[in-house]
């Protein structure tokens, strides 16, 4: 009844409220109608019609304000976005990275006259070096003689250490000479000019360079292992398609017998080396990545299958005989083994995924000479609250007909 007589309330409210709506546009009309028809309005009809037409203008202005209000505000973000990035400033798409030739040159030159300078030679080296320098050891008791840059590293803008080996030969007075190896070292340069040069400059300019201090003998850099190639242990038989390819081609290549074109893909352009350094050549050994289908079988897969071989050679010239490797990339076509490519390097098998290393196992305790008694295990008591009933075990379940006698009855509690 209540939930009735509220519905009926609030349709009257409505309806009410929309007669008056009704009533007040009427009279609004009615006074915009007599102010039109006479000359000089009254003033109660004129502040009627102001009030209606500033009230609709009020209610037009606020909703025109909620809705503008987002877009201003994305468009001032936009615009302060804008600015912002018109304001960075961008790089300059002309800067040039630094070379590090020019100072690895100087340095060079400058290791070759150290080395060789001495106790009255040192105006040698000035042209490298300007400060102080008296040397206590004769002109001429060693040489270089290589030199090769290692590595160059730029400490700062215009400024370098370079690293270079030298094949050091010591001519000791009155003795043979003698090669003692390769020796390092470090050096600093200054370069000035444009960054092409070694300097800090960008475009262009006058290129110096100098060294800031006598060289420093440092220890040879670190050797790596080398990696496990793909290529296996076992040679490759000699009736093996690929060794008839392999021996052909590298003796077109490396003495001029023959032509490349029989032994090559279709398509695939190589030249001899010109002059040919060698007279013969003899095949030492193959190795192989095994592709499947090709190993120890004497047929050829199908066409396109990629074979990766290492050939050992031994070839001769009027100085000796000379051991070389040469890694190849045969291609299977028409039932035979053609050279697809003469490989940059060896390939290298894929590197293995690194394994956690095992914890070793705990050394055994020594056995205590008080052995450990453990205590009896006490009962457990339990909450009079959660269990006021003592458990009883349910009867067992007979196989028997359903006319046997039935199990035990618990016990009832005195």
Known sequence: MKRGRGRARRKDIKRATSLRDLELLDQVEEDV????????????QTSTAAMAGAARLARVGVWAALVAGPLLGGAALLGGCTTEAAARPTPSASSTAASGTG???????????????????????????????????????????????????????????????????VHPQGKSATDTGLHYFQVGIEATGPATAGGAQQGV?????????????????????????????????????AQAT??????????GTGQLGPYTTPGVVMS?????????LTIAGISDDKPAGSSGSTAVPAD?????????????????TFSLNYALTLRARAGRWEVNALDLAPRLSPAAPARCRARPPA????????????????????????????RTRPPARSTWPATSSPGPTPRSRS
Not at 213 to 229: M, N, T
Not at 273 to 280: D, E, G, K, Q
Request: charged share 10%; with cysteine; glycine share 8%.
């Open 103 to 169: 100072p690895a040159g100087f340095a060079q030159l400058y290791v070759q006259a150290y080395l060789a300078a001495g106790n009255g030679t040192e105006n040698s080296v000035a042209p490298y070096y300007s400060g102080t320098l008296a040397l206590n050891n004769p002109p001429g008791a060693r040489t270089a003689a290589t030199t090769v840059v290692m590595a160059t590293t730029e400490v700062s803008p215009g400024y370098w250490s370079v690293t270079m080996a030298a094949d050091v030969v």
């Open 205 to 241: 300019g006058p290129v110096g360079y100098t060294a800031t201090s006598l060289p420093a003998e440092i220890s040879a850099p670190s050797s790596l292992r080398p990696g496990v190639l793909v290529y296996g242990a076992s040679t490759l038989s000699s009736t093996d398609p």
């Open 272 to 280: 001899p080396v010109s002059p040919a350094p060698y007279s013969s």
């Open 33 to 44: 109608d007599g102010a039109e028809l006479q000359d000089e309005p009254t003033g109660w």
């Open 304 to 320: 396109g299958t990629l074979r990766r071989v290492l050939a050992q050679v031994n070839a001769t010239s009027s100085a000796g």
């Open 363 to 390: 050394p055994p305790r020594p056995p205590s000479p008080c052995p450990r008694r453990r205590p009896p295990p006490q009962p457990r008591k339990r909450s009079p609250a959660l269990c006021p009933h003592p």
């Open 246 to 255: 392999v021996s052909g081609f590298l003796a077109a290549y490396l003495t």
